[in-house]
């Protein structure tokens, strides 16, 4: 089992930044990829940002230029930063862990949230 919490949500002004880090615990593939999503009210659930644990990197094209994914292997712990929010970025920011070898190895956190006021 893999446990994974996020943190470092909240409510920011237009053109501020937040950094939004996921711890992940238990049995962990070293080979993995780990990801951010974002699901708004009303909305589907979207691909924000995702990288492997070899550092390959892959972005929305909405976030491109101020979101940068990164991760530190050692400690588990894939981080979002993100900067010059715009009020469409308001959403809830899961977490996802998953192998590209079995399917049935894909956890997510309980999400977080960030609001963008204008």
């Known amino acids: 089992q893999v446990q994974l919490v996020e943190s470092g949500g909240g409510l920011v002004q237009a053109g501020g930044s937040l950094r939004l880090s996921c711890a992940a615990s238990g049995s962990i593939f070293s080979i993995n990829v780990m990801g951010w999503y974002r699901q708004a009210s009303g909305k589907q659930r979207e691909l924000v940002a995702v990288i492997s644990s070899g550092g390959s990197t892959g972005y929305a094209d909405s976030v491109k230029g101020r979101f940068t994914i990164s991760r530190d292997n050692a400690k588990n712990t894939v981080y979002l930063q993100m900067n010059s929010l715009k009020p469409e970025d308001t959403a809830v920011y899961y977490c996802?862990?998953?192998?590209?070898?079995?399917?049935?190895?894909?956890?997510w956190g309980q999400g977080t949230q960030v609001t963008v006021s204008s």
């Open positions: 996802q862990l998953r192998s590209v070898v079995y399917s049935d190895y894909d956890y």
